[in-house]
Every structure is written in structure tokens, then in C-alpha cells.
Nanobody, 124 residues
Framework: QVQLIESGGGPVQAGGSLRLSCAVS????????MAWFRQAPGKERELVAA?????????YYTDSVKGRFTISRDNANNTVSLQMRSLKPGDTAVYYC????????????????WGQGTQVTVSS
């Protein structure tokens, strides 16, 4: 059974930084494309960033976070991270780590495994 556990969320002031981590257990991370999604109150869940299965592989970012967020992975330690900088109140959401079998995906329905989420709250 694959389990994903997020950490690193919390309150932060606008302009600040947070680093989210996702620990994967039950299967080698190298088998999966990985992503971070987020869901703000009253809104649909959206893809924030994705990274292909190999270290340093292809990445995708939604337009609103380009230049501010960085997704990375460490297959040896089975972790995926999301470095978030210059945070804005609009980044407030529950952030979810997700894994997809295979190379890479920007389609939410294709993701096979999900974490429970970690809350990020950005105050102005």
C-alpha cells in the first residue's frame, strides 16, 4: 500500500516562504510521477506543480506560481518537496501530494495515490 504523508504547512505572512514535504512509503518513489495540488475554500482542487519520475526530470507549474514555487524530488529518500516563496493570500489552501504510476501527468483523475493534505494559510 502506497502512503503519502505531507508536512510543512502552517501560517505565514504574505511575502514569506514555506517548504512542503511529502514522504512516500510502500513503494519506491522512482516508479511514480509526482505532483502537488491545492484546494482553497469554495474552489475546485487545482494542480500546482508536477514532476516526472526521474530526479531532475520534467516539471510543470500552473501560471500563478511560476517563478515562486519549485518542485523537487529525492528518489533515494522517497520524498518530494514544494518550495514556496513570495507567498500571497491567494495561495491559501490545503495542499495535497499525489502520485501517478508512470511518467508524468497534469490530469488530476490520473493520479493514483493521495496524501491527507496540509493547510497553508497566508495572511496579508
Amino acid at each position: 500500500q502506497v502512503q503519502l504523508i505531507e508536512s510543512g504547512g502552517g501560517p505565514v505572512q504574505a511575502g514569506g516562504s514555506l517548504r512542503l514535504s511529502c514522504a512516500v512509503s510502500g513503494r519506491s518513489l522512482g516508479n511514480f510521477g509526482m505532483a502537488w495540488f491545492r484546494q482553497a475554500p469554495g474552489k475546485e482542487r487545482e494542480l500546482v506543480a508536477a514532476i516526472s519520475w526521474w530526479n531532475g526530470g520534467s516539471t510543470y507549474y500552473t501560471d500563478s506560481v511560476k517563478g515562486r514555487f519549485t518542485i523537487s524530488r529525492d528518489n533515494a529518500n522517497n520524498t518530494v518537496s514544494l518550495q514556496m516563496r513570495s507567498l500571497k493570500p491567494g495561495d491559501t489552501a490545503v495542499y495535497y501530494c499525489a502520485a501517478v504510476r508512470g511518467f508524468f501527468s497534469t490530469t488530476e483523475d490520473q493520479y493514483n495515490y493521495w496524501g491527507q493534505g496540509t493547510q497553508v494559510t497566508v495572511s496579508s
